[in-house]
């Protein structure tokens, strides 16, 4: 398994989607609640100069309050497709590619400890993608 930082940002919340049940079920309600929960609220923050980091994600509108709130409407077909795509996803994600399942772990506390690994890893590549961009 690559480290988390070298992975796409989707990549890396949609695995922990597919470790963790309660987190799949939230994902499937309100996906934007996921995005927000690993630190991926803002489109704006995350996404670079190429104006996504999903080959179909839209590009970021004008309306700053759209670009700035992953909850917002414009964002809604997006979101679905994550959705819709998931047991594709699920399917052609090979096994040592995959985050440990949440029932691996033997308590909350691992687990949380795990997802803010992730959440940091998430951080990082954002810092990292926003350097590049200023750099370029």
């Known amino acids: 398994m690559s480290p988390p930082f070298l992975e796409n940002l ?24 996921v995005f927000k929960l690993v630190g991926l609220g803002c489109p704006a923050n995350f996404v670079g100069k190429q104006g996504n980091f999903c080959p179909v994600m839209p590009k970021l509108p004008d309306d700053d309050h759209a670009a700035s709130d992953i909850s917002h409407p414009y964002w809604d077909d997006w979101l679905k497709g994550g959705v819709d795509q998931l047991s594709d996803f699920r399917r052609v994600l090979g096994e040592d590619n995959r985050y440990p399942d949440r029932s691996s772990f033997q308590s909350q506390e691992e687990w949380d400890s795990f997802l803010q690994s992730i959440v940091d890893s998430i951080s990082m590549t954002m810092e990292r993608i926003h350097k590049e961009d200023r750099e370029s």
Do not use: T
Request: glycine share 0%; proline share 8%; net charge positive.
């Open 10 to 33: 989707l990549v890396q919340v949609l695995k922990l989607v597919v470790a963790d049940p309660k987190l799949r079920r939230q994902f499937i309600r309100d996906p934007a609640s």
